[in-house]
């Protein structure tokens, strides 16, 4: 057996050997059908009861307030559609925030498809919404407001009591999607709805939460059988239901002893990563946050092959969107934080995670990023021979460079980018062509980190895609560090490997 | 621990031991996001698709033809959203048997509720829907046709290939709801779309399949995520579906040796029960059936205490739909067939069954039957001193008898007309007050089952919820045979406990 290190526990977080021994034992006594009248009827009626009980009791609400539904997902596109329909009179306008999991979004969406309006809250860098942007946009014609607990990205705390207390104030509901919190503690305020989801917190897949405050105007969408007050059609999983519960009450138990000390671990790798990794900026607010989870961004280095190449030591981690990642979208969150993208890492760490497996991570991860990079035709520091041809990069340079780097995708543009920057005096302008999707993204990321000027971007003519833009940066009076690696690449050269073979969304492990 | 003998199958079958073991094997290799790009994401991935292959193997379909839902109504819920939808354009008119799940009609009740048209075909007194049926409800704009493979209540297997057949023919895909057959073989025939239920053949519960043919048009609802073909949001359950595939797999194996068992095991139901228990009806089709579940029902008694007394003797089944049990609304598949519905019991076989096991019910049966009637005031064929009193009802009596049974719940009007007929002479009409839901089912049914005259039935004035109605039936030159226990009933003797204490819906069991 191979080293390995799960740090992926805002994917999904092993089941709980608590989750495992409940649901074995619900699996002999729970799996009738809950509303039959006979004795194996009754048992599994009475274990789901208890077990709704056992809930209400963690999340601090009524019993008859939580729904118990088959995902998160459902959760939360149930929840939202039934608040929506709830207020209908009130009006059509549902607040979100930009960096809400991507069901909040597709919710949204389906939303806006049946005529509703949806505005999407900026966050600040951090990726924090700030209280007064939830005040600014409440409107008298607002039906609801969805504000996760904390991000599941970057790991920031959002301002839910102050959040929920605006929204009341404002006779508005605030949803609070929880997932990545309900394991570590109830969340507070005065919300009006919350969904959750067991596999955050070692319980089995397939079991949401759902909870409807009292008072709550909601309509749960059709179809709607008799089941969970309508709120959760289809026959229930008691079985995975009584072991969601079980695992809830012994991870948080947990997690009071466990939150310290992951803290702790979180600020090492959050100080020495951008110590050990040059060109490296870690993301999401560096104190309201998740005690458990980091992410950071690497320069020159695409996500995937940073996945890979981090598996191969044997830590499994996340880049990017957890969503999204089938897809070629980059990360929704990280687009809205303004954040670098390329290059994204996000660590998670299990609570009985050791200083020691950090400390390997830390050891480990330079290694890899410098590998990668060198991949995408960044050297290593020790330019040796190359360093002879650093005199192709002229610092003494044109005014005006233009860079063609149509058809390539991250981290390339901005490889480019750098390498050109290299090539014109302080005042001179460069020119990036890019298709690919976070170019813009990147480009303005890397003029926020080398403290260059973005200028603007403008779309091509001739791309019926319509992809295609012009990115103008201007080079500030501010050195580019002289041994920025993409400053040392050898023009014309190649990068070892096409974007077919690692690119950041070439896929060959997937049917 | 009490004689125990679980005869209710078609509502859930406990988890298959096969099941069980998988479930454990993959809760610890098969718990990771299988989009991970991480070792465990990519064991999750392999468990996924490797589990749907196997399951299309088994359902005679395409693996990228097959989603894994939530369950067995989401997947019914899904599937006619979405034909509905990918055939908008042609029409909106939905056409379903009158007789299938819960599921389907309140899929089919959202339809309208969207301004969509659907037509309900009606079954034969057996349940079945003839293959005619299908053909004359066909118009050119139909969207789209449901048909269950075999009835969840009655048994009765549906001519699917046929309806399939015609569907084809012109151009409509046919939706089949296999959810009570899969786990006994393929579903044949040129059907488009399949919806099952794990749970149904002892896979965990929170495991659906949703099949939609290549060249079936068809468009997932809105809010939709990037799994399962976007046709089931949400994290998938690796695990359950693991389970449920090794479960199929291992019931079709047992299926083939014990069906034949089973349906001898039936027919001896079938054969005895009349016989046993006077006043009774078998329903369903006799031959073309599912070879595990038959269902009767028994005048002058009412399901619910059926259940409970069967239950008291080790016997779990269960009585009306299995899906209305909550509810005051009595079977509506039974009320489709226009067969009695009060005193309805449906006995579903698992495997294992034992002949001395069937002998055993047949043996307590028809104790369980006479005690409750006699509850209900129909004292057993031993009449003794009640004989004495057989005057009182006139069998020379008069023409016209008014009798009030408002405030009556199943099976007490039924009863009172029992009564009242052996009151009036040939010729003479019964008018019988009522206001209970299933009044007119169940006088119909005794009409039929006694051939009597029903002649119509009125609405009551006066009465702010209109459910009270006026029923009259006339006296054939039949003979009611003279040992009618309800002809033996004490005039004005009120029925020991009342409507509360044991009533049809009266439900001290759940919260």
């Known amino acids: 057996m191979p080293y390995s290190a799960y740090f992926d526990v805002a994917s999904t977080v092993p089941p709980h050997p608590v989750a495992r021994q409940a649901l074995l034992a619900a699996l002999e006594e729970g799996w009738a059908d809950p509303t039959r009248l006979h004795r194996e009827g009754r048992r599994a009626r009475l274990l789901l009861d208890t077990a709704r009980e056992a809930a209400a009791e963690l999340i601090g609400c009524r019993p008859d307030e939580l729904s118990f539904t088959s995902s998160g997902s459902r959760a939360l596109h149930t929840g939202i ?7 209908r009179r009130v009006g059509r306008r549902l607040v979100i925030s930009a960096v809400e999991h991507s069901a909040v979004l597709r919710a949204a969406e389906a939303h806006e498809a049946e005529g509703g309006t949806v505005v999407r ?16 946009a409440l409107t008298g014609d607002t039906a609801l407001v969805c504000l996760q607990s904390a991000n599941h990205e970057v790991g920031t705390e959002q301002p839910v009591i102050e959040a929920a207390e605006t929204c009341r104030a404002a006779g508005v509901p605030l949803l609070v999607d929880a997932a990545q919190s309900l394991g570590r503690g ?35 969408p059709l179809p709607r059988d008799e089941r969970e007050a309508g709120r959760a059609p289809g026959f229930p999983a008691v079985p995975q239901v009584v072991a969601a519960v079980a695992a809830l009450r012994a991870v948080r138990e947990e997690a009071v002893e466990a939150d ?15 110590e050990l990794v040059p060109d490296t900026e870690v993301v999401g607010d560096p ?6 989870l980091v992410t950071f961004s690497c320069l020159y280095v695409d996500g995937e092959a940073l996945v890979h190449a981090l598996d191969r030591e044997g830590f499994a981690i996340s880049s990017g969107s957890s969503c999204t990642s089938d897809t070629l979208e980059p990360s929704h969150v990280l687009r809205a934080m303004g954040v670098l993208s390329s290059g994204n890492v996000r660590v998670s ?56 780097a149509l058809g390539l995708v991250c981290p390339r543009p901005v490889i480019e980018l750098a390498r050109a920057m290299a090539r014109v005096r302080p005042g001179g302008v460069v020119t990036v062509l890019a298709d690919d999707g976070v170019a813009e993204l990147d480009i303005r990321a890397w ?12 779309p091509l003519g001739g791309d019926p895609a ?7 940066v201007r080079r500030t009076e501010r050195p580019i560090p002289a041994d920025d690696p993409a400053a040392r690449r050898v023009p014309g050269t190649p990068p070892a490997g096409g974007p077919g073979s690692a690119g950041p969304h070439g896929d060959g492990l997937r049917p």
Request: aromatic share 4%; proline share 7%.
């Open 81 to 87: 559609a039934g608040a929506l329909a709830g207020r």
């Open 260 to 274: 310290g000390r992951l803290r702790g671990l979180v600020d090492r790798i959050r100080e020495r990563v951008p």
């Open 349 to 404: 760490l299990p609570t009985g995670t050791t200083g020691e497996e950090v400390d390997r991570f830390l050891d480990v991860l330079p290694r890899v990023v410098a590998g990668i990079r060198e991949r995408y035709g960044a050297p290593p520091r020790t330019g040796g021979a190359q360093d002879a041809r650093a005199g192709e990069a002229r610092p003494d340079g044109g005014t005006e460079v233009t860079v063609d």
């Open 466 to 472: 319509g992809a295609a833009r012009a990115y103008r």
């Open 121 to 136: 809250m900026a966050p600040e860098r951090t990726g924090r919404i700030e209280p007064g942007t939830v005040t600014d």
């Open 186 to 220: 109830t969340v507070p305020g005065a919300w009006s709805l919350l969904a959750a989801s067991a596999h955050k917190w070692g319980g089995p897949a397939g079991v949401g939460m759902l909870v409807v405050r009292k008072g709550t105007r909601f309509v749960a």
């Open 447 to 458: 003029c926020h980190l080398r403290e260059q000027e973005f200028l603007d971007e403008k």
């Open 287 to 292: 104190v309201r946050r998740l005690p458990h």
